[in-house]
């Protein structure tokens, strides 16, 4: 039974981790919480039905299932890539030198603005996931894993390793961490800060829009809504681990995944979604800065 809900909260806690990387490399390179990132999220879960279905309809599921679904998560993460994008231009670069209430505010408002333009072009009723994908199970030991739980957790550890490799490794990487620590020396070091910007909302974007299309895959269901409790939970699980900090988030979204499933299966399912919440609350009680976040000081 333990082992059970391990999995299951392993299964949650991928996406949940990577969402939290969207939150947590915005934070890094803006200081700003960008509370539209759910949305995205939302979007690249309906966008996973959207694509899959125009590919069952032109018969390209039946030549090739893995190339529809491959094909899926491409044009999904390009789609949701350039909704963050946009957003960024439009909402966020023109108050980048405002007062912080003043992004804030903005990224609730893109948050709202996007729940109900999804509602009036999709419907309030929930959306059904194509069911063209086989699922078996793998039994050991008294427990059952089906092969898209295993799935959703191998590629969310695959993109979460793929990225930290990308911070560190690469000359954009170096760039992005450079601008996180200091905007104006990287300025004057030639870092271009608008690009720099722009790609990390894009790829924080296109890390949520495979988390929506994996949650999609995993529950069957959709609808406008499900970006507000994930983008929370996923916040939660960035603060957790340390807002900012890549390996934080990583380990923040797995925490919360496993304290979600392992509360619901041995005290109350009932308060499922509350879990997350007196995390958050005793996170910035007892350790603000998260597992292993560095406060103001060490950052120097």
Known sequence: MLLQQIINGLTVGGVYALIALGYTLVYGILELINFAHGEIYMIGAYLGIIFLGIFTAAGLTQYSLLLSLFLTFIMSTIVCSAYGFTV?????????????????ISAIGVSIFLQNYVMLTQGATDKVFPHVIPVTTIEFSNVTMTTLQ??????????????????MKTKTGKAMRAVAQDKVMASLLGINIDRIISVTFIIGSGLAAVAG???????????????????IKAFTAAVLGGIGSIPGAMIGGFVLGLIESLGASYLSSEYKDAYAFIVLILILLVKPTGLLGKSEGDKS
């Open 213 to 231: 299309l994996m949650v999609a895959m995993y529950y069957g269901l959709v609808n406008y809504s499900i970006g507000y409790i994930a983008g």
């Open 150 to 167: 295993l799935f959703i957790i191998i590629v969310s550890l695959l993109l979460m390793v793929t990225l930290h490799l990308f911070i």
């Open 88 to 104: 960024e231009k439009l909402a966020y670069k023109p108050l980048r030198n405002a007062p912080r209430l003043n992004p804030l």
